[in-house]
Structures are given as structure tokens and as C-alpha cells.
Nanobody
């Protein structure tokens, strides 16, 4: 599985952004896809994840009600996972990575993810 994240940028507090993760490869439909973020000087933290089917999402408490994860499985070899981010705050500023896990359901543990894409930078100005 290969992952390509995009969609980051600069936005004002209260604004919105949509990140995309293009997950490709024969086994892509067997993977849960998650989003993690890492701010300077801080550890990588879980943001959201969606199951293989796209029917079961999971969120960090810090983004519940503001972020929505979704998955387009219409192509068997390329699945796209979206992270719609609304009501953005300065503390959401970070490098956002998507990652793939063989877990059946969304998992927040970094160690459960075996494939990582490059990050896309989100900057929220106050």
C-alpha cells in the first residue's frame, strides 16, 4: 500500500480545510486508514481513522464535532480518505500524515499502523 496526502495550507481560525489521502495498491481495501498529526516539539497524535468499509469512523476527543473522516472505496485499487476539518483552531496547526493499518476497526495506536505517507502541513493563524 502507498499513501499520498494532500490538501494542507494556511487558514484563519474558524476556517475549514479538507485533506485527502490517496491510498493505492492491491491490498488497500484490507486496510484501515488513519490520520495523525505532529506539531513541533510534540509527539505524533491520533486524529481520526476509518475502517476498511468506510462505515466505522473513530475520532480523537480534541476533534470530535469539528472533523469528519470519510472514505471513497469505489475504486478497488485506489481508495481516497478525506478529512474535513471545520472550526479550525491554532492548536490544530501540525504536519498531518495518513497511515494504513491491518486492524479491522479504527485504532488510535501509532504502533498499529505499518505504512505511513508523507505529511501535509496545516497552519491555522490566530
Amino acid at each position: 500500500v502507498q499513501l499520498q496526502a494532500s490538501g494542507g495550507g494556511l487558514v484563519q481560525t474558524g476556517g475549514s480545510l479538507r485533506l485527502s489521502c490517496a491510498a493505492s495498491g492491491r491490498a488497500v481495501t484490507q486496510h484501515t486508514i488513519g490520520w495523525f498529526r505532529q506539531a513541533p516539539g510534540r509527539e505524533r497524535e491520533f486524529v481520526a481513522a476509518v475502517s476498511r468499509s468506510g462505515l466505522t469512523p473513530g475520532y480523537a476527543n480534541s476533534v470530535k464535532g469539528r472533523f469528519t473522516i470519510s472514505r471513497d472505496n469505489s475504486n478497488n485499487t485506489v481508495n481516497t480518505v478525506y478529512l474535513q476539518m471545520n472550526i479550525l483552531k491554532p492548536e490544530d496547526t501540525a504536519l498531518y500524515h495518513c497511515a494504513a493499518s491491518l486492524a479491522q476497526l479504527p485504532t488510535l495506536l501509532v504502533r498499529d499502523y505499518s505504512v505511513w505517507g508523507q505529511g501535509t502541513l496545516v497552519t491555522v493563524s490566530s
